[in-house]
């Protein structure tokens, strides 16, 4: 049995791997010349080790039962303080869609839509790629870890199709007393049917279980039963109760979770941001040249891979932080079989929901297409549903597993 010390330690291990892993995955992207870009969403478990880290704004929630728990920080520029005030500190012009459609809205205009970073028109400030949204735009995650309930424990991951219809807590309740692959299934279902959706929507729910547990259902009914209906007149017009939140529940009651890191990785590890290319503006005029191919350039004023006149003003007017620097990457993976004794057998779920610089939620959508990625503990179950989005999955586990996979 590892020591609390061990386990910190590890779970730095963990973290410092992510990031490094982050940039290494954002300047082997820009390097390729394209402009577009994805959130992403990582999700690793080792052994009880729970880590999650993000860019952009396709979140996570873990449910245990009888609580949750929001895995993710999202980057979203409208809903972040802290991100605007990064952003305008380093001279970004941040403001919603123009009337008119064509870039920034005016100042003193109301403009359309939700805040977004100019040139590019990008609504998250965090992504991989995006080059031309500028060097602000950075791939350092949020992380976030605990430690798993030895019960088991459920984690739903979408996109922002997914939760600009959908509460963390309503997503969780409607489909916790169900199978992975049906919960994906009720889950897509749900966002189908509403009359708001207009982005694309992917979702993958995990399920991790002790190895004497038969299925999520059976473990969340112990936790927490159904209450019998009341059959009232009037029951279906009492407001739903959210589900607590796994921090308001005491140390020694049922839901709680214990927390190892809650971070932003550009405070943390700010050394990282001088090993982005994407930091370097010599670096970056090339790669925007290239990319043009030497044609006029096409000024559509929103993000996407004809949008670089703008950005290349803004490039040879000269920008910020022209810090150079390498680091070597390391690979979760193997530092987690050199550290063997804290982990278990691992399998994962990849889904990259990334749209091109013109796509629908590069512009009219305002982001990166979402991502989201999985490496899974002992024994698990997968449901994955999404919509208009290349899946990869791989598993290494040894005992039971079951996966669902739906699109609409």
């Given at each position: 049995?590892?020591?609390?010390?061990?386990?910190?330690?590890?779970?730095?291990?963990?973290?410092?791997?992510?990031?490094?892993?982050?940039?290494?995955?954002?300047?082997?992207w820009?390097?390729?010349g394209?402009?577009s870009?994805?959130?992403?969403?990582?999700?690793?478990?080792i052994?009880?080790?729970?880590?999650?880290?993000?860019?952009?704004d396709?979140s996570?929630?873990?449910?245990?039962?009888?609580?949750?728990l929001?895995l993710t920080?999202?980057?979203?520029?409208q809903s972040?303080?802290?991100?605007?005030?990064?952003?305008r500190?380093?001279?970004?012009?941040?403001?919603?869609l123009?009337?008119?459609?064509?870039?920034?809205?005016?100042?003193?205009?109301?403009?359309?839509?939700?805040l977004?970073?100019?040139?590019?028109?990008?609504?998250?400030?965090?992504?991989?790629?995006?080059?031309?949204?500028?060097p602000?735009?950075?791939?350092?995650?949020?992380?976030?870890q605990v430690?798993?309930?030895s019960?088991?424990?459920?984690?739903?991951?979408?996109?922002?199709?997914?939760w600009?219809?959908m509460?963390?807590?309503?997503?969780?309740?409607?489909?916790?007393?169900?199978?992975?692959?049906?919960?994906?299934?009720a889950?897509?279902?749900?966002v189908s049917?509403?009359?708001?959706?207009l982005?694309?929507a992917s979702?993958?729910?995990?399920?991790?279980l002790?190895?004497?547990?038969?299925?999520?259902?059976?473990?969340a009914l112990?936790?927490?039963?159904?209450?019998e209906?009341?059959?009232g007149?009037?029951?279906?017009?009492?407001?739903?109760?959210?589900?607590?939140?796994?921090?308001?529940?005491?140390?020694?009651?049922?839901?709680?979770?214990?927390?190892?890191?809650d971070?932003?990785?550009?405070?943390?590890?700010?050394?990282?941001?001088?090993?982005?290319?994407?930091?370097?503006?010599?670096?970056?005029?090339?790669v925007?040249?290239?990319?043009?191919g030497?044609?006029?350039?096409?000024?559509y004023?929103m993000?996407?891979?004809?949008?670089?006149?703008?950005?290349?003003?803004?490039?040879e007017?000269?920008?910020?932080r022209?810090?150079?620097?390498?680091?070597?990457?390391?690979?979760v993976a193997?530092e987690g079989?050199?550290?063997s004794?804290?982990?278990?057998?691992?399998a994962?779920?990849?889904?990259s929901?990334?749209?091109?610089?013109?796509?629908?939620?590069?512009?009219?959508?305002?982001?990166s297409?979402?991502?989201?990625?999985?490496?899974?503990p002992?024994?698990?179950?997968?449901g994955?549903?999404?919509?208009?989005s290349?899946?990869?999955?791989f598993?290494s586990?040894?005992?039971r597993?079951?996966?669902?996979?739906a699109?609409?």
């Open positions: 049995m590892a020591s609390p010390k061990e386990v910190e330690g590890f779970a730095e291990v963990v973290r410092q791997a992510i990031v490094e892993t982050f940039v290494r995955l954002d300047n082997d820009i390097a390729v394209h402009m870009g994805t959130t992403v969403t990582a999700t690793i478990v052994g009880y080790l729970l880590t999650v880290a993000n860019i952009g396709s996570a929630v873990l449910d245990t039962g009888c609580s949750i929001e920080g999202s980057h979203r520029i972040n303080p802290e991100e605007q005030t990064r952003l500190g380093a001279g970004c012009t941040l403001a919603p123009g009337f008119h459609l064509q870039g920034p809205a005016r100042q003193g205009e109301l403009g359309v839509g939700p977004r970073l100019w040139p590019g028109g990008l609504c998250v400030s965090r992504s991989v790629g995006d080059l031309d949204a500028g602000e735009v950075v791939p350092l995650p949020h992380i976030r430690l798993l309930p019960n088991g424990a459920r984690i739903i991951v979408c996109s922002d199709g997914v600009d219809l509460s963390l807590s309503k997503a969780v309740k409607l489909c916790r007393f169900k199978p992975a692959s049906a919960a994906t299934a889950l897509m279902g749900a049917r509403d009359l708001r959706l982005d694309d979702i993958i729910v995990v399920d991790m002790p190895s004497d547990a038969t299925s999520w259902p059976t473990v112990k936790a927490n039963p159904k209450p209906k009341s059959g007149l009037f029951a279906c017009f009492r407001p739903e109760l959210d589900e607590p939140d796994s921090r308001d529940v005491h140390s020694s009651a049922p839901g709680h979770l214990a927390f190892l890191a971070l932003d990785s550009l405070r943390v590890y700010p050394q990282m941001r001088a090993a982005l290319q994407r930091t370097q503006i010599q670096h970056l005029a090339t925007l040249n290239n990319a043009v030497g044609k006029p350039g096409i000024d004023t993000h996407g891979a004809n949008k670089v006149s703008l950005y290349r003003g803004y490039v007017n000269g920008m910020p022209t810090n150079s620097s390498s680091t070597a990457v390391a690979d193997s079989a050199n550290h004794n804290h982990s278990a057998h691992s994962g779920a990849l889904f929901d990334s749209q091109g610089g013109g796509g629908k939620s590069g512009s009219q959508h305002g982001g297409g979402g991502g989201a990625a999985a490496v899974l002992y024994s698990a179950s997968v994955h549903n999404e919509v208009d290349p899946v990869i999955a598993n586990v040894p005992d597993q079951s996966s669902g996979l699109m609409a």
